[in-house]
């Protein structure tokens, strides 16, 4: 019986959804590509520090719309030491705006963003975080975590207490 409860809320989510925000299998074989020259929009600006530093940006513009056809919001936080290049703010406020009409899940869009990021900076670690408001009473915060090697460290201070 939950099966077809979920099968009917599907079902009912896509009939809501306009026939041009259909969500098809992308070229990556990732389901609900967005590619629709939002990377583009990311500039980059030259990095002339040559020494390791961490860089946080946080937005709290991001807004799309989710499963049910309905507008989410989300506090976007991109953390990251940079390569030879960085995230020019403007073309990041432009690109996180292309959002705006996309129909995307939580761990999608999180994914789309830390990938693309990734393809256009290079970073030498990088960890996307979004706080999406919350649904129901119950909110939600998707991460796609850094590097291995500071995941495993992240694991290893936590259960032995250490902070940073």
């Known amino acids: 019986m ?6 009917l809320a599907r079902a009912t989510a896509r009939s ?4 041009s ?3 098809r299998p992308g070229r990556d074989g990732r389901s609900g590509s967005v590619r629709t020259g939002a990377r583009e ?13 961490r860089v946080r940006i946080e937005t709290a ?3 799309f719309l989710g499963a049910p056809a309905q507008p989410d ?8 030491i940079p390569g030879d290049r960085l995230i020019e703010l403007k073309s990041l406020k432009q690109y996180i705006g292309e ?3 996309r129909h995307l899940s939580y761990e999608r869009i999180a994914n789309v963003i830390r990938d693309d990021i990734e393809a256009i900076f290079a970073p030498r670690s990088l ?3 979004l706080s999406f408001q919350p649904r129901g009473g119950a909110s939600t915060t998707v991460t796609v975590p850094a590097d291995a090697e500071e995941d495993a460290y992240e694991a290893w201070a936590q259960s032995h207490g250490a902070t940073r």
């Open 2 to 7: 939950t099966e077809t409860i979920a099968s």
């Open 16 to 19: 809501m959804m306009p026939a």
């Open 21 to 23: 925000a259909a969500v």
């Open 41 to 53: 929009l990311l500039a980059a600006l030259p990095n002339r520090v040559a020494t390791r530093y």
């Open 61 to 63: 513009e991001l807004t």
């Open 73 to 80: 919001f989300a506090r976007l936080v991109i953390d990251y």
């Open 99 to 101: 959002f705006r009409n």
């Open 127 to 129: 960890r996307v975080t």
